[in-house]
């Protein structure tokens, strides 16, 4: 074949523009559902429903009438909603509820200012004597509140802070220090030092590095260690009966034990306040969980 017939053949080829139709996707197989899925399926809902059922219990009480909650029908004949208006109105609830976002946001704060600084030294310095301080952090974690609530009253009592706010705050943040350290220490050590050094060279200092460099890369942890120093404010209950005897300066956990009486025990009230209580929680943690479940795994692979 000569040049010319070669020539002629491809000039007549057709060539592809954007009126020719493209290629179709290849068809997708449809998805195949094996027994073992099935059984996978089943048992996490299984396991989902019993881990859900306590809590449609609390609900369902809350809403009964006060005739009604010892009988053995698992649904009220009518729901009583103004239960919920009741325990607001006839207990200190809503001091409670404002004495808890206090202690929990203001403790929360007070170890993320603390933590962060610290668990980033630790971090980036080989300082003499570093393990041991890891060690020491860990080993404060073994210790119960209630082993050192004679020591702790007695300390607030000669300051003269019983029955405040503010000794709640430091209580539950030194309680929750030192776990903040740990868990930001790991994902500080996580993070490369290459970038605090190129930022370094650029003109930024160690504190300007930390502020804009790896402290948005280690958001994730500072999450995780707020939310579990938030939850662990929240939940306490030792603390706040021990050091705070004012029922409208008491926590919520410990506003809440007042519907516990000694011979009598206001269930609707109780299971009301407890609905009240751990709503802000579930919402808090629903918002954020993501970052929560990447922070937990800071550190585990370098």
């Known amino acids: 074949m000569t040049q010319r017939t070669l020539a002629v053949v491809r000039s007549e080829a057709p060539t592809p523009g954007p009126e020719s139709p493209a290629t179709p996707p290849p068809a997708r197989r449809p998805r195949t559902i094996t027994p073992r899925t099935l059984v996978i399926a089943a048992a996490a809902w299984l396991l989902a429903a019993a881990f859900l059922m306590p809590y449609l219990e609390m609900v369902v009480t809350a809403l009964r009438p006060a005739d009604e909650l010892r009988d053995a029908t698992y649904l009220p004949s009518d729901f009583e909603w103004a ?34 600084p610290a668990a980033y030294y630790t971090a980036r310095m080989r300082f003499r004597g570093r393990k041991l301080f890891l060690l020491l952090v860990l080993i404060t974690q073994m210790f119960q509140p209630t082993s050192l609530l004679v020591g702790l009253y007695r300390e607030f009592y000669q300051l003269d802070m019983l029955n405040s706010v503010w000794t709640l705050i430091l209580s539950n943040a030194a309680f929750n220090l030192a776990f903040a350290i740990w868990i930001l220490t790991a994902y500080f050590s996580s993070i490369p030092e290459a970038l605090e050094e190129a930022a370094m060279i650029d003109g930024l200092g160690r504190g300007g590095a930390l ?44 506003g809440i034990n007042s519907f516990i009486g000694n011979y009598t025990v206001q269930w609707n009230y109780l299971f009301a306040g407890s609905v009240i209580a751990i709503v802000p929680v579930v919402v808090l943690f629903a918002l954020i969980e993501r970052k929560v479940v990447s922070g937990l795994t800071a550190g585990s692979v370098k």
């Open 83 to 116: 239960n919920f208006i009741d325990v607001w109105r006839e207990s200190h609830l809503g001091d409670n509820l404002r004495v808890t976002l206090l202690v929990s946001a203001g403790s929360t704060l007070l170890v993320l200012l603390v933590a962060i």
């Open 211 to 254: 502020l804009r460099i790896t402290l948005p890369l280690a958001m994730p942890g500072v999450v995780t260690a707020m939310i579990f120093t938030f939850i662990a404010a929240w939940n306490e209950f030792v603390m706040g009966l021990t050091l705070s005897t004012v029922p409208e300066n008491q926590p919520l956990t410990v």
